[in-house]
C-alpha cells in the first residue's frame, strides 16, 4: 500500500534543536522506523542517552559528536555514525552547529530514547 505523508511532524525538544520527523510513531504511526530531519545550533548537545533502539545518523552540513564509553567520535558533513541499542551516549553540535538525518530501529519514542535527567 502506498502512503504519502503530507509533511514532517515537528517535535518539541529543549534546546533550540529542531526535529521534524519524516516517518515515525509521531508523523505516520509507524513503530519499525523513524526518519528524522534534524537541525541543531552551534553549541547544542542533549542528556547522555541509553536508546532502545539503533540509531543511523547521515550528516549533511556541520559536525555532530557522539560521546560514548570508547571516547568521542566527530563525524563530519558527507559521514554517517550508528550507535547500537543500549550503548550510552551524548549528541552534541559542534561550532557552526549540525544539520542531518537521523533513521531510528524500531521507531523513536521519548519511552525508548532512555535519556537521563
Known amino acids: 500500500m502506498v502512503r504519502r505523508i503530507e509533511g514532517p511532524a515537528r517535535i518539541p525538544v529543549p534546546g533550540g534543536k529542531l526535529i521534524d520527523e519524516h516517518v515515525g510513531r509521531v508523523s505516520s504511526g509507524d513503530e519499525e522506523i523513524s526518519i528524522a530531519h534534524m537541525t541543531a545550533p552551534p553549541g547544542w548537545a542533549e542528556p547522555p542517552q ?3 533502539f539503533t540509531e543511523y545518523t547521515v550528516v549533511l552540513r556541520g559536525m555532530v559528536i557522539v560521546e560514548h564509553d ?27 552547529g549540525a544539520e542531518y538525518i537521523a533513521v531510528c530501529l524500531p521507531a523513536f519514542s521519548p519511552e525508548t530514547a532512555g535519556r537521563e535527567p
Open 70 to 96: 570508547e571516547g568521542v567520535t566527530e563525524v563530519a558533513a558527507g559521514q554517517s555514525v550508528v550507535t547500537a541499542p543500549g550503548e550510552k551516549v551524548r549528541y552534541s553540535a559542534g561550532p557552526e
Open 50 to 52: 541509553a536508546p532502545a
